[in-house]
């Protein structure tokens, strides 16, 4: 039973331009949506994250934006850098619990 | 600040061994977390420690223990190893109470292998 799903694999978007990666989820307990990025050979670090009491949030080139109606979120990057190339993860949680992840989209923008 | 820091980097065991990693988290978090990253698949929920105790406990099988020390570091052990035990495993750190908004300090795992 998979609670928070990313159905893209991999994206492909060149520098510049806008990616958008989307996020869905079962679970209308979530109270939080999070979205991590992952390097090889690295842990996945802390990017943006939005409650389910908001339906945007907005840090520089990042912006994650929340339907709760639809139960799908999705992560924008406005322009998209090579250095973005990364997978990200979305991930959700309930108040005092443990964070639920997808399995990730590869993101790679190219030159 | 030091982050989460974990050990051993890398570890090879052989089928049926035990391995036991070992995490140290951010200073003034009590809460440590441990995950799985398979080939293939995203980061599945193993263990999660907060104030020594265990919170709650992913869909693994009882071969996959852990405990927190109460300087708050953790240990994982996995018993009887499988081939399928292959994978990284990462460990997070949050202040007590599940990370909230800002979610998890993440380790750069151990790439534990079985062979």
């Known amino acids: 039973d998979q609670q928070v799903k990313q159905n893209s694999p991999s994206l492909s978007v060149q520098e510049g331009r806008i990616s958008i990666l989307n996020c869905d989820y079962t679970?209308?307990?979530?109270?939080?949506f999070l979205w991590y990025k992952k390097y090889p050979a690295e842990g996945p670090t802390f990017l943006i994250s939005i409650s389910s009491i908001k339906d945007k949030n907005e840090d520089g080139r990042f912006t994650v934006f929340l339907n709760k109606s639809a139960k799908h979120l999705s992560l924008h990057i406005v322009p998209s850098q090579p250095g973005d190339s990364a997978v990200y993860f979305c991930?959700?949680?309930?108040?005092?619990?443990?964070?639920?992840f997808g399995k990730g989209t590869m993101l790679l923008v190219s030159p | 600040e030091a982050g989460v820091t974990q050990s051993p980097t890398h570890l090879i065991k052989t089928r049926g061994q035990q391995a036991t990693l070992r995490c140290s988290p951010i200073s003034g978090h009590t809460s440590v977390y441990w995950y799985q990253q398979a080939l293939g698949l995203g980061l599945q929920f193993l263990l999660w420690?907060?104030?020594?105790?265990?919170?709650n406990r992913g869909n693994f099988p009882p071969r996959f223990s852990g405990r927190q020390f109460p300087n708050y570091s953790s240990e994982l052990n996995v018993n009887a190893l499988e081939l399928e035990d292959s994978a990284l495993y990462l460990c997070a750190s949050s202040p007590t109470g599940g990370g909230g908004i800002y979610g998890y300090t993440f380790g750069s795992g151990t790439r534990l292998t079985v062979v």
């Open positions: 420690y907060d104030e020594g105790e265990e919170r």
């Open positions: 991930a959700a949680k309930p108040g005092y619990s443990t964070l639920t």
């Open positions: 679970n209308s307990m979530f109270d939080y």
